[in-house]
């Protein structure tokens, strides 16, 4: 285990370290971008999540980035944009194209018919036209949805680890009357 630790850190710090990026991104190594804070990581929620329903490929880069502009924690937001790995990702853009479908009001694949026969070029000339505006209307509302139901939760649900470095709050009937301390 200790091994898997110090390589994920070793690339983390090559990334940090990298030439290209630093020119490239030239706050890249604030450490409110590596070290995880409520704020931080609430923001990382959002970019993730958001990130990961999106139907593009290379979605990991793009959360790094979007997170490197937004002040997000990116260790997190990259590993958010996982939600949709090769196995998960058809299942949830589907869903994203039957709400979207459904929030739009168009037809569902079901409705569809296909005159060219089956192959590749019937699908890409009948089929997508019809179904990439849903797919993509869907998908971005499914990404806010859940973006932000993560940043919520995050941000304003207490969570102990976040909690260890706050000071206690203190009220002002706790607060001693600062009348009474200048005399």
Known sequence: MRSVKF???K?????????????????IKQKELWRPSRNTM??????????AFIPVPLQ????????????????????LAWITNPVTMWPIWTFGYLVGAWILGMPTLRNIEVTEGLGVWGWLVEV??????????????????????????????????FNKGEAPKISNAQQPDQADSSK
Do not use: D, T
């Open 7 to 9: 390589s994920i850190i």
């Open 11 to 27: 690339g983390i710090r090559a990334v940090k370290y990298s030439e290209w990026i630093n020119r490239k991104f030239p706050g």
């Open 42 to 51: 609430a923001k990382a929620g959002f970019v993730g999540a958001f990130c």
């Open 60 to 79: 990991m880069p793009l959360a790094a980035i979007i997170a490197y502009f937004a002040k997000a924690n990116i260790p997190f937001s990259v590993a």
């Open 128 to 161: 997508f036209p019809q179904i990439w505006i849903p797919l993509w209307f869907g998908n971005i509302f499914m990404g806010l949805l859940v973006g932000s139901i993560l940043y919520l939760v995050i941000r304003f649900i207490p969570i102990p680890h």
